[in-house]
């Protein structure tokens, strides 16, 4: 299965959202396992930073560290939906921009477009 920039990113935001909090340890041990990761490798570093950037440019979402236990939170949940809900009309009409996949409503419910 080939994943896009787009599908990874869903994959980051709900993998942080699961979690409450979560350490980039273990999200790059997530990331490892994730089916949509075909060679199964690491996250590197650098990428997760980029995809961080990427989330926040694109849809608003704000992923922060807490200094203090390292790590790793969505910032403006309350925002979250909203945010989803506009990009869930754009990847309706737009060509695929999410990997296949369109918000519906909430971030917990995710549709793959056939």
Not at 41 to 54: Q, W
Not at 57 to 83: A, F, H, K
Request: some cysteine; overall charge neutral.
């Amino acid at each position: 299965m080939a994943t896009t920039i787009g599908s990874k990113h869903i994959w980051l935001i709900t993998t942080i959202k699961a979690a409450g909090k979560i350490s980039l340890k273990d999200i790059q041990k997530k990331y490892r396992d994730w089916a949509g990761n075909d060679i199964h490798e690491e996250m590197a570093v650098r990428t997760f930073h980029r995809h961080r950037n990427n989330i926040l440019l694109n849809m608003g979402i704000d992923i922060l560290c807490d200094r203090v236990t390292n790590e790793y939170y969505i910032s403006n949940e309350g925002e979250m939906e909203n945010s989803f809900n506009e990009k869930s009309q754009q990847a309706v009409t737009a060509s695929d921009d999410v990997g296949g996949y369109y918000f519906c409503g909430t971030y917990q419910r995710l549709l793959f477009i056939g």
